[in-house]
């Protein structure tokens, strides 16, 4: 929408401006080439000039919006990397070198001829000292930034609750799930975002070739019309794209830093990166480690040993919610259900792994058949 308010402004203008033109220049060319032209016609020709400068403005103006579009955000990138006091000192250096300079342009713009060029020269001195100056005292000034930075209502920045921000969903959360469980339970509030490229995402791994991708991208799409449908958390498709971008983990981590809003991911390497760009993270498999009940060693539980494990003698058993339990001389037990003693635990990046030791020597077992 604004790009066609601005393209309506910039051809309403060009077309004046190029009117303007006309009528000053066809008096002008008249006279030079003697010719003797009616004023309808003048106006005629003006009026001719203005509409094909309209025109040319016209069709140029998306193609002048997207450079300048590229370097706002070529400029933005740039400057983040700068620290914003010293963004704050270099602008009141330069304001007051250029208040200097202008004070000094009086009495220097009464010298003949080279007058304006020294003021020029002396203004454009002047910024560069008044920046440089401030710049290189920044730690004397650190009371006038923090001041000036300190604005109503930013001491509460960090504190607002995260209901009141956007959670922005990945691929991988979306196609996982456990996002609509979460969302349900009441957890999860605020507004959840879809970015357009994760739709556009998701619809070519419904359309994949491959089996097992199709059904992938399909159970993600489906997801979304359930929550949609079913959940009374809002869920907003957002058309933001950045061409610009390859990656849709580069442009998820673009959108949230524009929109000041959370990633919810269960991607380990998105989580990283979204660490590494300043960017919070809602990890759905942090939650879910997270939610495990506590053992503790010396705990006594049912384990049904349902495979060997890697080491001599050991079973595996699991979980209701997948975490796994390591049985020393568990191999024995292999298809039934044993009384075990935890021994220890283990945390990992890959979740919660349990080690326990049958509780007796003997052959007591629990059976599950029923």
């Not at 200097?100 to 060029?117: A, C, E, H, K, T």
């Not at 298809?335 to 003997?362: C, D, H, W, Y």
């Amino acid at each position: 929408m604004l790009k066609v308010i601005m393209r309506f402004f910039v051809t309403i203008i060009s077309f004046v401006g190029g009117y303007e033109l006309f009528k000053i220049t066809f008096p002008s060319l008249m006279a030079v080439t003697n010719l003797s032209l009616p004023l309808p016609s003048i106006t005629w020709f003006s009026v001719m000039g203005g509409t094909l400068f309209g025109l040319i403005f016209y069709f140029i103006t998306p193609v002048i919006m997207d450079y300048l579009s590229k370097l706002a955000s070529w400029s933005d990138s740039r400057m983040k990397n700068i620290p914003t006091q010293d963004i704050i000192l270099g602008v009141v250096g330069l304001i007051i070198a250029l208040i200097i300079g202008v004070l000094l342009n009086f009495p220097l713009s009464r010298i003949p001829w080279v007058g304006p060029y020294i003021s020029l020269a002396i203004t454009l001195v002047l910024a560069y000292l008044g920046i440089t100056f401030f710049l290189n005292r920044k730690d004397e000034f650190s009371i006038l930034t923090f001041n000036i930075m300190k604005r109503p209502g930013s001491a509460h920045i960090h504190n607002t609750p995260r209901s009141s921000t956007v959670k922005i969903l990945d691929t991988s959360v979306i196609i996982d799930g456990r996002i609509m469980d979460i969302s349900k339970t009441g957890f999860l509030e605020g507004d959840l975002i879809v970015p357009g490229f994760v739709l556009e995402e998701l619809r070519h791994i419904a359309d994949s070739p491959d089996l097992l991708k199709r059904n992938r991208g399909r159970r993600g799409l489906d997801i979304l019309n359930k929550m949609q449908k079913e959940m009374d958390v809002e869920i907003k498709i957002v058309n933001i794209d950045y061409e610009d971008i390859a990656e849709v983990d580069s442009k998820l981590v673009k959108l949230a830093q524009d929109l000041k809003g959370l990633i919810v991911t269960n991607d380990f390497n998105l989580n990283k990166v979204c660490e590494l760009q300043g960017v919070f993270v809602l990890n759905v498999n942090e939650l879910a480690n997270a939610v495990k009940p506590v053992v503790l060693p010396g705990e006594e539980m049912s384990a049904h040993i349902i495979k060997d494990g890697k080491e001599t003698g050991q079973g595996i058993a699991y979980l209701d919610d997948g975490t796994m339990i390591v049985v020393e001389g568990g191999r024995r037990f292999i298809g039934e259900t044993v009384e075990v003693l935890v021994t220890s635990v283990l945390q990992t990046a890959a979740g919660r792994m349990i080690f326990a030791r049958p509780k007796t020597n003997s052959h007591e077992r629990i059976s599950l058949k029923q």
